[in-house]
């Protein structure tokens, strides 16, 4: 039944890949979730493998509750950032400078974290056009204040079935004994990010739907070259269980939500 106009018709509808809502064409037309060029996109979308996220969870920032929303629009307010405004890597730089000053005048960020936050700023300019959009920029800071924020159980409560089911599926296809390495649940948290490829349009094998790609798949090929720049030849001999490969991976399946093709909260490696 569309989430918008309570009808069931034989139509075809687009499912949300996150929550268990549908909707008709038409209904996200009329309403304005989709207009223009967008509209074909997110058909296109949709009907792959990846899915598509509607409205409500394309926006992380609907995560944040009330209070956390106020003090994030206050620490906006403070460091000068202009809403609904396009960043280019100095105002990147400059607010994060800012905002690690507030309360402290003497604190900055090292040379280490600058470069660490340029190349948060590249991830979410994946096209190389030297700015990043406001609602990227925004489901980034709504990440880190919630990781800042809420602790680990909190952010767990957020995943919905379709996510959990997702992780778990990946989680048992590269476990062994009930737990995988350290290295397996690191390169999970790059893989949830597959969601559009240059290479392959369609992404119709992406993990970010139905969990590992298959070694056999040319999807897993084109990948394994970088998967070893992601991840160097490093023999970590630590193991996970279950709860903490959910727990270790909980930010980035969130932050895989959007349809845009930023990342929003690079992992390390």
């Given at each position: 039944m569309?989430?918008?106009?309570?009808?069931?018709?034989?139509?075809?509808l687009?499912?949300c890949r996150?929550?268990?809502?549908v909707f008709?064409?038409?209904?996200?037309r009329?309403?304005?979730?989709?207009?223009?060029?967008?509209?074909?996109?997110?058909?296109e979308?949709?009907?792959?493998?990846t899915?598509w996220?509607?409205?409500?969870?394309d926006?992380?920032?609907?995560?944040?509750t009330?209070?956390?929303?106020?003090?994030?629009?206050e620490?906006?307010?403070?460091?000068?950032?202009?809403?609904?405004?396009?960043?280019?890597?100095?105002?990147?730089?400059?607010y994060?400078?800012?905002?690690?000053?507030?309360?402290?005048?003497?604190?900055?960020l090292?040379?280490?974290q600058?470069?660490?936050?340029?190349?948060?700023?590249?991830a979410?300019?994946p096209?190389?056009?030297?700015?990043i959009?406001?609602?990227?920029?925004l489901?980034?800071?709504s990440?880190?204040?919630?990781?800042?924020?809420?602790?680990q159980?909190?952010l767990?409560r957020?995943?919905?079935?379709?996510?959990?089911?997702?992780?778990?599926?990946?989680?048992?296809?590269?476990?062994?004994g009930?737990?995988?390495?350290?290295?397996?649940?690191?390169?999970?948290?790059h893989?949830?990010?597959?969601k559009?490829?240059?290479?392959?349009?369609?992404?119709?094998?992406?993990i970010?739907?139905?969990?590992?790609i298959?070694?056999?798949?040319?999807?897993?090929?084109?990948?394994k070259?970088?998967d070893k720049?992601?991840?160097?030849?490093?023999?970590?001999?630590?193991?996970?269980?279950?709860?903490?490969?959910l727990?270790?991976n909980?930010?980035?399946?969130?932050?895989?939500?959007?349809?845009s093709a930023?990342?929003?909260?690079?992992?390390?490696?």
């Amino acid at each position: 039944m569309c989430d918008v106009c309570e009808v069931w018709t034989a139509e075809s509808l687009f499912p949300c890949r996150v929550c268990t809502r549908v909707f008709h064409d038409g209904c996200l037309r009329r309403m304005g979730y989709i207009q223009g060029d967008s509209a074909a996109e997110v058909t296109e979308m949709a009907r792959t493998e990846t899915g598509w996220s509607c409205h409500y969870c394309d926006n992380l920032n609907l995560l944040l509750t009330d209070e956390e929303m106020y003090s994030l629009t206050e620490t906006f307010q403070q460091c000068k950032v202009i809403p609904d405004c396009s960043l280019t890597l100095e105002d990147f730089l400059r607010y994060h400078h800012q905002a690690a000053k507030r309360g402290d005048s003497d604190r900055a960020l090292s040379e280490e974290q600058e470069e660490q936050a340029a190349r948060q700023f590249a991830a979410l300019d994946p096209e190389h056009r030297g700015h990043i959009e406001w609602p990227d920029f925004l489901s980034h800071e709504s990440l880190l204040l919630l990781q800042q924020l809420r602790p680990q159980n909190s952010l767990l409560r957020l995943l919905t079935v379709k996510e959990r089911e997702r992780a778990r599926a990946t989680f048992l296809a590269c476990s062994s004994g009930g737990t995988v390495s350290e290295a397996e649940c690191r390169r999970a948290q790059h893989s949830w990010f597959c969601k559009r490829l240059a290479e392959a349009p369609s992404c119709s094998v992406s993990i970010s739907h139905v969990g590992p790609i298959a070694d056999s798949s040319p999807t897993r090929s084109s990948r394994k070259s970088q998967d070893k720049v992601l991840l160097p030849t490093d023999h970590e001999s630590r193991f996970v269980d279950w709860p903490t490969f959910l727990q270790e991976n909980v930010v980035y399946i969130l932050a895989a939500r959007p349809n845009s093709a930023a990342i929003h909260l690079k992992p390390p490696g």
